[in-house]
């Protein structure tokens, strides 16, 4: 496990806490929606933490190319329909570039300073010139707004009950999911950002903000910032 993380219940847990059986359940929500709104039409996605492909199936489906990346390989057991690579997303170096890069799921938010980094330098590194990155953040009262609970449609229970700050900037976050006749728990570490931290975030990693595409600013298009404009920038 990463340090910080734990799930219960049936099943496979992935390192991060993650239960192989509960997301093979969650159903898709807007995100296909959101990021084919974003991308052109046919594009080669490069989806960084696929898990069991809950979206990436819905994105094969509009006819999208993607290469799905995941360290657990019990979660790319259940990806079709896409090349599966199977590793940590911050140490990935293809040597291929994409027309879109992928890091949804709150990874952004890492507890771990490094761990983030290395994210968005892998998003960096893949992203073809032309291309973007979508990054999913989250809300700006994940944190504070709490505990809540959604009742899901298709009849199961997602509690956030908790977030203990746990130091240095990073809380401990406790998830439930409750279904019929399971239910599983998941703790992980994760940094809020304000929006300026993680727009900063990203300039490190030689990107920046192309816009927001959700008015609550979850969802992000980046893009490559050329390194003629930053030393331009640097220097006025």
């Keep these: 496990m990463r340090e910080g993380h734990d799930g219960t219940g049936p099943g496979a847990v992935t390192p ?7 997301y093979s359940r969650l ?12 991308v052109p039409a046919g594009a080669h996605i490069l989806e960084l933490g696929s898990g069991v492909g809950r979206v990436t199936h819905a994105l094969v489906e509009r006819g999208f190319t993607v290469t799905a990346v995941d360290e657990s390989p019990e979660m790319l057991d259940r990806v079709r329909g896409a090349r599966t690579i199977c590793g940590p997303i911050e140490e990935l170096d293809l040597g291929e570039t994409f027309d879109v890069v992928m890091l949804a ?6 507890g771990d300073v490094e761990v983030r980094r290395g994210l968005l330098r892998t998003c960096a590194r893949h992203v073809a010139a032309g291309g973007c990155v979508l990054i999913q953040r989250e809300g700006e009262d994940y944190h504070t707004d709490l505990p809540r609970e959604r009742v899901d449609p298709t009849g199961f229970t997602v509690r956030i009950v908790s977030a203990e700050p746990v130091g240095d900037g990073v809380n401990a976050v406790r998830a439930e999911y409750v279904f019929p006749d399971a239910v599983w728990t998941q703790t992980f570490r994760s940094r809020p950002l304000t929006r300026e931290q993680f727009e900063d975030a990203l300039e490190e990693a030689g990107l920046r903000v192309d816009r927001y595409l959700t008015e609550d600013r979850i969802w992000v298009r980046a ?10 920038e640097k220097t006025q």
């Excluded at 159903?27 to 974003?38: G, L, S």
């Excluded at 893009?223 to 331009?232: F, K, L, N």
């Design 105 to 110: 799921s709150f990874l952004v938010h890492s």
């Design 27 to 38: 159903p898709v929500t807007d995100e296909p929606d959101i990021i084919a709104a974003a």
């Design 16 to 22: 991060d806490g993650c239960a192989v059986e509960l």
């Design 223 to 232: 893009v490559p910032e050329a390194r003629s404009a930053r030393r331009s």
